[in-house]
């Protein structure tokens, strides 16, 4: 059987760095709080279970921001440092006989791979503590690494308490560490440091040394994925860095870009090659684009999925909906969720749809609202058509078959059907079903009273 995994997750720090009154791990990162980064990295190792610590003023509005996700949480009750903060879900951990994974609420850009390869590390080794460290060429900030002359690991200093020499060590803790019980238990014997008045978790490094447990510091991942997030300019860093790392593997990936500063596409999103994305583009959620796309400037796609060839011109919004291949939309399109555009649907501006189906070749080029509609294929939809859907209580249904043609300007009063083939006149408010093949008219017919305006004139002269 494997070996079980639990994860813990430190946010109870005062965050007063970052001088602001929203807790510092909820501040947003690329449109996500910086939490909720790390709880999606740490999901991805499959953990039995998560636990979030906090302290009495914070957990309030982290537990409503990060109540989608499967953790617990638990209070440190003082801030009194980082191993003092681990020790607080000690009445959870003292049982368990697995893995324990710590991670920092303020290092949201690391990655589940590198998370994945330093837990493989740490079990092939069967240590008791293994910690993640990195190279940085400005280490100011954070503990180093402090090895002897054969380059074992034997004690973390933090910056504070470092010698001028030691001041220069670029390896420095990522705050990440891997622990079994026997390390764990070693946490109640750290010392309070005397300048700062905490007990820190990296002191755990010397005494487990000293105590000749099994040790491993391992050196591995990207400096990006490391950085600490203790303020304001740290957090546009990290926002900066991480929107670039990602845009450059699709850049590899042959995804060509007009600028690649101004291009912002989420973790989960996948693209194909040969799709060219214009600036001020954002991509998020778990969207996945196809083959040779093309999107147009001022254009934000949520969890959609875009299959290949197809255009979206500037300025539209898109929302959970699917496209077919060669289908286009925009510019100024509104495609909510529940939208389902067939192969070569073609939406236009300023045309908004919502949980409809829209069949294969049909257009709806200008200024048109279709909700809950099933529309076939090659239906022309004229300027200024609306399915009236709500009826005040109920959203009803519009059904327009194949081939038929919607004259401008005509309301649908769902529930409602026109049938195959059918025609239905421009200006008209259609409450009945269209028998296939008919023209619908319902409209007053048109009077013209000959010479009126000139008679209109002389009446208001004599007056
Ligand atoms: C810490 C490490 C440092 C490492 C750096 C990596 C210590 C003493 N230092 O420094 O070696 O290089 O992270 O980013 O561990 N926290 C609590 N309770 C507390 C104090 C902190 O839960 O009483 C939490 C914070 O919310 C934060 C994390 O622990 O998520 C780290 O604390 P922080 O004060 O940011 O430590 P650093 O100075 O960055
Ligand atoms: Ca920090």
Redesign the pocket.
């Known amino acids: 059987m494997k070996r079980p995994l639990w994860i813990v997750?430190?946010?109870?720090?005062?965050?007063t760095r970052m001088r602001s009154g929203i807790p510092?791990?909820l501040h947003r990162l690329n449109g996500r709080p910086m939490l909720q980064w790390v709880l999606d990295a740490a999901e991805k190792l499959h953990p039995e279970k998560v636990v979030v610590?906090c302290?009495r003023s914070n957990i309030g509005p982290i537990q409503n921001a990060m109540s989608q996700n499967r953790v617990e949480f638990v209070i440190?009750s003082r801030?009194?440092?980082?191993?003092?903060?681990l020790l607080s879900a000690k009445r959870l951990i003292d049982e368990f006989s697995g893995d324990i994974l710590v991670l920092?609420?303020?290092?949201p850009l690391i990655s589940p791979d590198t998370l994945k390869r330093f837990l493989q590390r740490h079990r092939r080794a069967k240590n008791s503590l293994s910690i993640l460290s990195f190279e940085i060429d400005n280490p100011s900030?954070?503990?180093r690494i402090i090895r002897d002359s054969a380059g074992n690991p034997i004690m973390?200093k933090?910056e504070t308490d470092l010698t001028e020499e030691e001041s220069q060590i670029r390896e420095?803790?990522?705050?990440i560490y891997l622990m079994g019980q026997s390390a764990f238990k070693l946490l109640r014997r750290i010392k309070k440091n005397s300048r700062k008045g905490?007990y820190?978790?990296?002191d755990i490094l010397a005494l487990a040394t000293k105590k000749g447990l099994r040790c491993g510091v391992y050196k591995m991942g990207d400096e990006v994925e490391?950085i600490?997030i203790?303020t304001k300019e740290e957090l546009q860093k990290a926002q900066r860095l991480m929107r670039q790392k990602i845009v450059r593997v699709w850049l590899q990936k042959d995804v060509e870009m007009m600028d690649e500063q101004r291009v912002y596409i989420g973790p989960d999103v996948t693209i194909g090659e040969g799709t060219y994305i214009y600036p001020d583009v954002y991509i998020e959620g778990k969207t996945s684009i196809g083959r040779n796309c093309i999107i147009y400037p001022n254009v934000r796609i949520v969890d959609c999925k875009i299959n290949d060839n197809v255009t979206i011109r500037e300025c539209s919004s898109l929302e959970e909906s699917v496209v077919e291949s060669k289908a286009t939309v925009g510019p100024f399109a509104r495609l909510r969720p529940g939208t389902f555009l067939k192969k070569g649907a073609k939406i236009g501006n300023f045309v908004e749809v919502k949980n409809s189906l829209v069949g294969e070749g049909t257009k709806a080029l200008h200024l048109s609202y279709i909700g809950d509609a099933e529309i076939g294929r090659n239906v022309n939809i004229g300027a200024g058509t609306i399915t009236c859907n709500y009826d005040g209580i109920r959203k009803n249904r519009t059904i327009i078959e194949d081939n038929v043609f919607i004259g401008s300007d005509t309301q649908l009063i769902a529930p409602v059907k026109v049938k195959r083939g059918a025609y239905v006149g421009a200006g008209s408010t259609i409450t009945k079903e269209v028998p296939e093949g008919a023209l619908a008219l319902s409209r007053t017919e048109q009077c013209n009273i000959e010479g009126w305006v000139k008679k209109r004139f002389k009446k208001k002269r004599k007056s």
């Open positions: 997750v430190l946010a109870a720090g005062l965050g510092k791990v610590v302290n440190q801030p009194l440092g980082t191993a003092h903060a920092n609420g303020d290092t900030g954070y503990g973390i933090e420095v803790n990522s705050g905490e820190y978790l990296t490391f600490g203790n």
